[in-house]
């Protein structure tokens, strides 16, 4: 496709300021910045609502490059996409449960999870190091791990972190009543409650003398 004068890919906001630029319409824009300090040459962008906006009748000064029938639906297909996507920032799109948990040990760069299919058309898919995919295979000594394979393991270890979830709330059970017997608990709580407000108390007592200048600033401290 095309590419910038650097040969890169366009930028998504280059492709939206062209689309959304009026002038390719035929349109005088002005008024879309604001100096707020003369000093600085600071500029505060404007919103579409501020701009000063005229038709070029004579296509002299803007010339039109598209139609505004064509305009105003790029533009709307523009707008519905952006919507689209504000609306599913934050939420996540991936139906499959490993996307974002398998990571490469070599070099630290997470799983893609790719399609494939063994030679008899059934699909079996595979995770691949996303460093080795950007950078070629000789760059990762990793390996492909297929869905096939690593589910079995990982609900084999669900059924076992069940069973010591289980184990593990018994012993707190365990360990609760132990220090809640014969009321120690609340005891040793009571005991630290007193502690803390005798060491209040001579706390305020010491301020107090030291502001009745009944004792020095070096018998304070």
């Not at 589910?151 to 707190?172: I, Q």
Request: hydrophobic share 35%; net charge positive.
């Amino acid at each position: 496709g095309y590419r910038n004068h650097n040969g890169k890919k366009i930028a998504h906001t280059t492709m939206s300021n062209l689309i959304s630029n009026p002038k390719y319409k035929g349109y005088y824009v002005g008024n879309k910045v604001k100096v707020v300090d003369m000093f600085t040459k600071k500029q505060k962008f404007l919103p579409p609502e501020e701009w000063v906006m005229f038709k070029d009748e004579t296509g002299e000064i803007v010339p039109a490059i598209v139609s505004e029938e064509i305009w105003d639906a790029a533009n709307a297909v523009l707008k519905k996409r952006s919507e689209d996507v504000k609306a599913r920032q934050g939420v996540c799109n991936h139906a499959n449960l490993l996307t974002g948990k398998l990571w490469c040990t070599e070099c630290g760069q997470p799983y893609y999870r790719r399609e494939s299919e063994d030679k008899r058309g059934r699909k079996n898919s595979k995770w691949i190091c996303s460093g080795k995919i950007k950078n070629g295979a000789d760059s990762c000594r990793s390996f492909a791990i297929y869905e096939s394979e690593i589910k079995p393991l990982l609900f084999e270890v669900f059924r076992d972190t069940a069973a010591d979830a289980d184990a593990m709330v018994e012993e707190y059970i365990r360990m609760y009543n132990e220090l809640t017997q014969h009321g120690s608990l609340r005891k040793k709580i009571e005991q630290q409650n007193n502690i803390i407000d005798q060491a209040n108390r001579k706390k305020n007592k010491l301020l107090q003398l030291a502001a009745d200048d009944s004792i020095t600033n070096a018998d304070f401290k």
